[in-house]
């Protein structure tokens, strides 16, 4: 099993629709969650942190599940500039060190 | 401005040859990494370096090795290039602590090997 999944997509959805992602880890004693994005051609770059209470960041939502072991993102009022690629990255051990992406799941925001 | 930066945009190297991919970054991090990425399979560790002279292995180290003489460099060697070895390459950096949780990434380096 790998350590981090995610749904590759694509996810083709409308402007103006809200969408989410769902990526499971399957290491119990993660500590550190994050969503980076990543454009065309592009190094990825932070999207936003995954804290134990959950947060937002204007139209984008992290939430995280222990119990069940998933991290997810909610986009609300899609733009067609949030086209790209997402990545879950997990933290998996409580020092920072190895950092472990998953493969990305891919949006594609339609006019 | 935060800056990680690979030695080359594009190699093109024969089967066979020694590669070296350099990567030095200006954030004084402790944590550097090298991934591959390949369409369908995401981002893979390749080797991780928590400290000067320090390195582990990640999932896919094999036919790689790598070298941190100084902080600030990070070093991929590909000992004899094979053609399953072409493949965009990405070094990291990363702080320790509460603050230091970004990662950033250079810009990769586009290897093909002939």
């Known amino acids: 099993r790998k350590e981090v999944e995610q749904d590759p997509g694509p996810f083709n959805v409308p402007e103006g629709a809200t969408v989410a992602f769902n990526c499971t880890y399957s290491n119990s004693a993660s500590q550190s969650f994050f969503w980076y994005r990543q454009d065309c051609r592009k190094e990825p770059k932070l999207l936003m942190s995954v804290y134990s209470s959950g947060n937002e960041d204007g139209r984008f939502t992290a939430q995280l599940n222990r119990a069940s072991q998933y991290i997810s993102l909610l986009i609300r009022d899609s733009k067609l500039s949030d086209s790209a690629t997402y990545l879950c990255v997990v933290n998996p051990y409580s020092s920072a060190s190895k950092i472990i992406f998953g493969s990305g799941t891919r949006l594609s925001i339609r006019p | 401005d935060v800056k990680v930066t690979q030695s080359s945009r594009y190699l093109v190297k024969r089967t066979g040859e020694k590669v070296f991919l350099e990567c030095v970054q200006d954030?004084?991090?402790?944590?550097m990494f090298w991934y591959r990425q390949d369409p369908g399979l995401g981002l893979r560790l390749i080797y991780f370096s928590y400290d000067v002279k320090m390195k582990e292995k990640g999932d896919i180290p094999e036919g790689y090795s790598v070298s941190r003489e100084k902080k600030e460099r990070f070093s991929l060697i590909l000992e004899s290039a094979s053609t399953n070895q072409t493949s965009m390459y990405l070094c990291?950096?990363?702080?320790?602590?509460?603050?230091?949780?970004?990662?950033?990434f250079g810009q990769g380096t586009r290897l093909t090997v002939v």
């Open positions: 990291a950096s990363r702080g320790i602590g509460a603050t230091g949780r970004e990662a950033f």
């Open positions: 954030m004084d991090h402790e944590n």
